[in-house]
């Protein structure tokens, strides 16, 4: 069996602006396995957020497929996906994105409660990852009384709620401070060692990209390394 949870097969993107083709990404080739830490890098501009939205399905190919243990998402209907990318996918951005009038564990527990699991279990899995990443004791907190540092980490917790096969963070510590960062950096390294989770982290940041397993740098539209 293989271990690929991640492939994709040249995947192009282009936006259009009336006869104006742009072409941000020109064939992308990989495969990601399961339990590996893949750094994406390249300047600004390079593609790297285009191809974060595209394995993460919040966006279409313009050609090519993104499959999922050999499931092309994208032949998949509308609401399946939708389904699929809320179970199966978790995120992180470099804003977090809590809901400010809910509490950490509220906003840990979202992404459950929408695929429909029961609230007692949902709870306790979202306390225990609460404790994990460092925030027992702040669970009851919102967002506007938790560190930028605190906030992501809850963002992070969110992101692992339904044991998704694959959690993509787009820039997750540029709005830190150094010592923040690094906090965030170890702790993406720990849930891997512990869990077997496997992330693509889009990133500028190199203490970040020294810790992947693997690095892919986009240029030009296309993965040169």
């Known amino acids: 069996m293989s271990d690929t949870v991640l492939e994709a097969s040249n995947v192009h993107k282009s936006y259009f602006m009336g006869k104006s083709e742009l072409k941000v ?13 893949v750094a994406i890098v390249g300047a600004s501009g390079a593609g790297k957020s285009t191809l974060l939205h595209i394995l ?34 978790g995120f992180v951005f470099q804003f977090h994105h809590l809901l400010p009038e809910f509490t950490a564990l509220e906003n840990v527990a979202m992404p459950a409660l929408i695929a429909g699991k029961k609230l007692r279990a949902v709870e306790q899995r979202a306390k225990g990852l609460l404790d994990e990443v460092g925030l027992g004791g702040r669970a009851e907190h919102r967002p506007s009384e938790m560190s930028g540092g605190e906030q992501q980490r809850v963002a992070v917790a969110r992101a692992l709620i339904n044991d998704p096969k694959v959690v993509l963070a787009d820039e997750p510590s540029g709005n830190l401070d150094s010592v923040n960062a690094e906090s965030l950096h170890d702790l993406l390294l720990n849930l891997t060692r512990n869990h077997g989770t496997t992330f693509i982290i889009a990133t500028h940041n190199e203490h970040l990209t020294s810790l992947a397993h693997r690095v892919m740098k986009i240029q030009d539209g296309v993965i040169v390394e």
């Open 56 to 89: 993460g399905t919040l966006d279409k190919p313009t050609d090519g497929t993104i499959s999922y243990d050999g499931t092309d998402v994208f032949a998949l209907p509308d609401e399946k996906l939708a389904k699929f990318r809320n179970i199966q996918i």
């Open 25 to 37: 990404l020109k064939g992308i080739e990989f495969r990601i396995v399961h339990g590996e830490i």
